[in-house]
């Protein structure tokens, strides 16, 4: 098993590195350029670099699957296959609200009525799968109380997709800064790599996937960090949302998002506040811009302006030590 998902890191670190160094070039030719918000003046300067950049860690992950992951699919088992396609699908929402930007040349994609419905379905598909293949049941596992609480199903379905939905989204909007989302999300992937070491071979499956997607995040780390020459863009950023809340789910742990998902609560939490108190108020701020790190990067309340590589740091640092916090309180549950 760990010689499986060293190999799945390896190969998806391998071709995202490589695949980035003749997909960047090709993507400055088609002109696939980021278009950066106007109230964000201080991007400016990177306006020009290329987005859909997640492509490279989306077939970094595709190729582990197929050739890693091989031999379990001929045994019949599928998991980490559909947890790959159940991102791709959030992925291809990404990749057309990419586009629509690119063609329309301004930072407006898909309506956000259109997003949320096509996202709202494919949570509810992914769930009614799952359900059925028996990866998940209607029982809400509680960490670090180590307990399972039975919830009638119609309400699992509701909860579920209101988790899938929300943490695509927190991760989307975590992606605003040289490498924030790719560093906020490597613990993540890394916590899953650990859980399958400690609860053993029935889960090697899901490691396979969650190894392949450190590697490929990895890879795609050495042009994405700052200063980046390629951003995830949509198609990224909303396929690795996917990516994550379908691991929580398929690991029958959905609310360990609560922990592991930390850095991308924060950001969400600090863009609902922002809009609320906004209109209840009538026009005053909690924070000088959001999400939480346009906050930081323009001073926030202290005064300091956190550059973007201070807000990697930041971010990771927060997001492996609660990393490390939601392993220790399931590392037991199923532990060989």
């Not at 993540?188 to 969650?210: H, S």
């Not at 323009?298 to 916090?325: D, Q, R, Y």
Request: proline letters at 3%; a positive charge; charged letters at 10%.
């Amino acid at each position: 098993m760990t010689i499986k998902l060293i190999c799945s890191f390896i190969l998806s670190f391998l071709f995202a590195t490589g695949f980035g160094k003749y997909y960047i070039p090709w993507l400055h030719r088609q002109k696939a350029n980021q278009e950066i918000k106007s109230e964000v003046t201080w991007h400016k300067s990177k306006s020009g670099t290329p987005t859909m950049g997640g492509v490279m860690f989306i077939l970094g992950v595709l190729l582990s699957i197929l050739t890693i992951g091989f031999p379990s699919m001929m045994q019949g088992k599928f998991v980490h296959l559909f947890v790959f396609l159940f991102a791709l699908v959030f992925g291809a929402i990404g990749f057309l609200d990419d586009w629509e930007k690119i063609k329309n040349a301004q930072n407006l994609g898909l309506t956000a009525g259109m997003k949320f419905l096509l996202q709202l379905s494919a949570a509810l598909v992914f769930i009614f799968l799952m359900r059925r293949i028996g990866f998940v049941r209607p029982n809400l596992y509680i960490p670090f109380v180590g307990t399972t609480v039975p919830i009638p199903e119609w309400l699992y379905f509701v909860f579920a997709a209101f988790v899938i939905v929300g943490t695509v989204n927190a991760v989307n909007l975590t992606d605003g800064v040289d490498g924030l989302a790719t560093g906020t999300s490597l613990p993540v992937c890394l916590f899953f790599v650990a859980v399958t070491f400690a609860w053993g071979k029935d889960f090697l499956e899901l490691g396979i996937f969650a190894s392949a997607l450190l590697g490929g995040l990895m890879g795609f780390l050495v042009y994405n960090f700052n200063p980046a020459k390629v951003f995830m863009g949509d198609t990224g950023s909303l396929f690795l949302g996917g990516a994550v809340a379908a691991m929580a789910f398929a690991y029958d742990m959905p609310l360990i998002l609560v922990t592991i998902g930390i850095m991308y609560i924060i950001e969400t939490l600090s863009d609902i506040i922002q809009v609320g108190y906004f209109k209840l108020s009538h026009g005053k701020r909690v924070f000088k811009m959001a999400p939480f790190h346009h906050h930081l990067e323009m001073g926030g309340w202290t005064g300091k302006k956190w550059s973007e590589k201070e807000l990697f740091v930041l971010f990771t640092g927060i997001s492996l030590l609660f990393a490390v916090i939601s392993f220790i309180g399931v590392f037991q549950r199923y532990a060989m």
